[in-house]
């Protein structure tokens, strides 16, 4: 028992002791629903790492009474799909339920490993249930997609966090016999980001460090995480801190920790596809109106990646890192759109568009004076006809704030000025 991971010992057995996703799991979730009808669809989970996405495909499984098999995206291939369907294939019998079919990682399916399940799925020969950290819209071929339903887990809460960790040390029958105080949580819960596996893993190594009583703190947690850091990440790679450096070092212009965080990723079998995802993310958040090419060129890569794989990715990569870190920066356009989301969100009128802005395709529209008094634009001095485009009781209203710190938006921003004469 004391060899088996934490992790695994509290594995929840039914969804009473399924710890967060109360969305899903809760009174009303569509899981409940799954349990009492034992109709299942194929279905995705998708989420950060350790939040409950292969604790809830077993649980299901376990639940419903049917078999499951596993496979690993990082180590399966098209073969062992193949033998997988086919032993689901000869466990058919007259109006049984079809097994299920885990795939854990399934963003890491090529094109041809997803193609080998379309058929299986649509035949009813197994019930897929994949599980990724990456959003399934860009990782899984469409026909298999529009034949799953895709649920979105969260990362689990600080009381939530508290909730497992309560738990852990109350019903672990190793746990229960050792004398162990908890005064403070704040490093468990910053160490852990939301993420329900690490919580436990690091209780497992502040717990192994002596075998006398144990008090836990902050700083005990922090100095047995230093002293074993090797073990607090399977991968001696502290992966998301990683990622976090990566990101920040290009938005901060600096070239040389950018690449070097880069080399770091890859060494450590960080998935391309990944970090070119976020150098898009971070042409348009970051660099933005500053350089609109940047976000060309992060295309560019996101494209070429795709299509070449490692070991040339890292060129690309690298060359798109090194670009987007030595731009100019702006988040002008970031700003702008969560203004005007948050306008939109907390709204409480139904804003009516300018009759002028509006079509007119039937009579009765124009008697009602929908479009008229609308210029168009490119029948006046610069292409520029001065009426009002926001509804009348947000006339004026600023969204977006040039950045004029960047000679591109300067211009932006003077161009806007002369137009609008001061309104904006």
Request: hydrophobic share 40%; charged share 25%.
């Amino acid at each position: 028992m004391a060899n088996i991971p934490l992790a695994e010992r509290l594995r929840p057995r039914t969804l009473d002791d399924y710890i967060g996703q109360a969305h899903l799991v809760g009174p009303n979730g569509v899981f409940r629903k799954f349990l009492e009808t034992g109709n299942v669809p194929s279905f995705i989970l998708w989420g950060p790492p350790g939040v409950g996405k292969t604790s809830l495909a077993k649980l299901v499984a376990a639940q419903l009474e049917r078999s499951m098999f596993t496979l690993s995206a990082v180590t399966a291939g098209v073969k062992e799909v193949r033998e997988v369907i086919e032993s689901a294939r000869r466990q058919q019998f007259f109006n049984s339920r079809p097994p299920f079919l885990f795939i854990d990682e399934i963003h890491r399916f090529n094109k041809s490993q997803q193609d080998s399940l379309l058929g299986a799925v649509e035949q009813g020969v197994v019930t897929l249930i994949g599980a990724t950290t990456e959003n399934p819209s860009f990782e899984v071929i469409s026909p298999l997609l529009s034949r799953c339903q895709v649920y979105i887990l969260k990362s689990m809460t600080d009381a939530e966090l508290q909730q497992l960790l309560d738990r852990a040390l109350e019903s672990d029958a190793e746990l229960r016999g050792r004398e162990i105080e908890v005064q403070e949580t704040g490093a468990f819960f910053a160490f852990s980001g939301g993420d329900a596996r690490k919580l436990l893993n690091i209780l497992d190594i502040v717990t192994g460090a002596s075998a006398g009583k144990i008090v836990i703190t902050d700083d005990y947690v922090t100095e047995c995480l230093q002293q074993n850091i090797a073990l607090y990440d399977k991968n001696g790679e502290q992966h998301y801190d990683v990622i976090s450096a990566f990101i920040k070092s290009v938005r901060g212009s600096d070239p040389n920790a950018a690449v070097y965080y880069l080399a770091r990723m890859l060494a450590g079998g960080e998935e391309p596809r990944f970090i070119a995802r976020r150098l898009v993310i971070l042409a348009s958040e970051d660099i933005g109106l500053a350089n609109p090419n940047a976000l060309l060129l992060a295309n560019a890569c996101f494209d070429t990646v795709h299509k070449i794989g490692m070991p040339e990715a890292r060129i690309t990569l690298a060359e798109t890192a090194i670009y987007l870190a030595t731009s100019p920066k702006s988040n002008s356009a970031y700003l702008a759109i969560d203004r005007a989301l948050a306008r939109v969100g907390h709204d409480t009128t139904n804003r009516p568009v300018p009759l002028h802005l509006r079509n007119a395709p039937t009579g009765l529209m124009k008697q009602a004076g929908y479009g008229e008094g609308y210029k168009y634009a490119h029948d006046y001095e610069g292409h520029f006809a001065d009426i009002e485009f926001l509804p009348e009781s947000l006339a004026g209203t600023r969204f977006y704030e040039p950045d004029e710190q960047n000679a591109a938006e300067a211009k932006i921003a003077e161009r806007i000025r002369q137009l609008w004469k001061g309104k904006y």
